[in-house]
């Protein structure tokens, strides 16, 4: 597997880091009056890792690669649904009636406000 990776590690996670994880020239120059290293966390990449959460594509393209899975804790069905459904048609029928009756603009404006309001918070989370 480390052949096939060899330019990119597979897997990522949060560490934390501090003094210990430099290496000697790195450590030389923090020694250095003046300078100094906390402990931080850090988004590092391994080759090897303890509960990690993976998409089961992405989980079975490392097993054809040469990834040892040796434990599972658990496994979440994911079953595809349009769960905005409802609200993305009434939002497109507020706009359409806006875009027709010049009264009811404001109303359109609104749900065309929501609709990316609801999209830009998905996304985020």
């Known amino acids: 597997m480390m052949e096939h990776f060899s330019e990119m590690i597979p897997l990522f996670g949060h560490a934390k880091l501090g003094e210990e994880h430099l290496s000697p020239h790195m450590g030389a120059y923090v020694a250095l009056p003046g300078m100094s290293v906390s402990t931080h966390s850090s988004l590092v990449g391994a080759n090897r890792a303890e509960a990690m959460l993976?998409?089961?594509?992405?989980?079975?393209w490392y097993l054809k690669k040469g990834l040892v899975a040796s434990?599972?804790?658990?496994?979440?069905?994911y079953n595809k649904k349009s769960i905005f459904e409802e609200f993305v048609i009434q939002a497109t029928e507020s706009?359409?009636?806006?875009?027709?009756?010049?009264?009811?603009?404001?109303?359109?404006?609104?749900?065309?406000?929501?609709?990316?309001?609801?999209?830009?918070?998905?996304?985020?989370n």
Do not use: F
Not at 71 to 77: D, E, L, M, Q, S
Not at 108 to 124: D, E, H, P, Q, R
């Open 54 to 60: 993976l998409h089961s594509e992405l989980l079975r």
């Open 71 to 77: 434990h599972v804790t658990k496994t979440n069905r």
């Open 95 to 124: 706009r359409r009636q806006g875009d027709s009756d010049p009264s009811l603009a404001l109303h359109a404006n609104m749900a065309k406000l929501s609709v990316k309001s609801v999209y830009g918070k998905t996304i985020t």
